[in-house]
């Protein structure tokens, strides 16, 4: 089991950053693929961004490019997600997922964090 705890949520004005943060906990592997998701109310949730947990390869959705940044640190066993330029569509419960394989829709993700709000207000 892994065990996944997002942090840094919050309240930001258009233009403004935030920073999440994802620690893994229990049977953490180099293995593992790391996602960020998000959902909005009435939406289904979908891929922000991912990277191989030892490789350094990264996904980002195109709504997202040049905007957010994905990082992790192995030796603390967390994920980073820097966003900047936030703008108001970008508001949604953000999760943090871990997977065996470096694909991107939620089904694939074995384990999921609780999720941290982000609102971005105009």
């Known amino acids: 089991q892994v065990q996944l705890v997002e942090s840094g949520g919050g309240l930001v004005q258009a233009g403004g950053s935030l920073r999440l943060s994802c620690a893994a906990s229990?049977?953490?592997?180099?293995?593992?693929?790391m996602g960020w998701f998000r959902q909005a109310p009435g939406k289904e949730r979908d891929i922000v961004a991912a990277?191989?947990?030892?490789?350094?390869?990264?996904y980002y959705a195109d709504s997202v490019k040049g905007r957010f940044t994905i990082s992790r640190d192995n030796a603390k066993n967390t994920v980073y997600l820097q966003m900047n330029s936030l703008k108001p569509e970008d508001t949604a419960v953000y999760y943090c997922?871990?997977?065996?394989?470096?694909?991107?829709?939620?089904?694939?993700?074995?384990?999921w964090g609780q999720g941290t709000q982000v609102t971005v207000s105009s």
């Open positions: 997922a871990a997977g065996r394989r470096y694909e991107f829709p939620p089904r694939t993700y074995d384990y």
């Open positions: 229990g049977r953490t592997s180099s293995s593992y693929v």
């Open positions: 990277i191989t947990w030892s490789g350094g390869r990264t």
